[in-house]
């Protein structure tokens, strides 16, 4: 079995408000020094041993992440 993590995140330039948000929560908080905050997603995916890496990331083109707004990337473990 492999597991496969994907981090999904919105592009650069685009816009984010819940990230936007939190970097004004965490300033009412008190914290500074934080300068920017991003929201995303992460994904666990387990397969069998045949998944490739290259299938995983055919999945998120079509399904899993929307590549016109949102950048990822794909990291296979052993399970």
Known sequence: ???FE???TGK???HDPAGENSLHALANLGYVGVTGVRIGKFIQLTAE???TC???EEMCQR???NPV???FSVTAREV
Do not use: N, Y
Request: net charge negative; glycine share 10%; no cysteine.
């Open 69 to 71: 707004i949102e950048d």
């Open 54 to 56: 290259e299938q995983v």
């Open 63 to 65: 399904l899993l992440a």
């Open 12 to 14: 650069e330039g685009i």
């Open 49 to 51: 041993d045949g998944v």
């Open 1 to 3: 079995m492999k597991r």
């Open 6 to 8: 994907i981090h999904v």
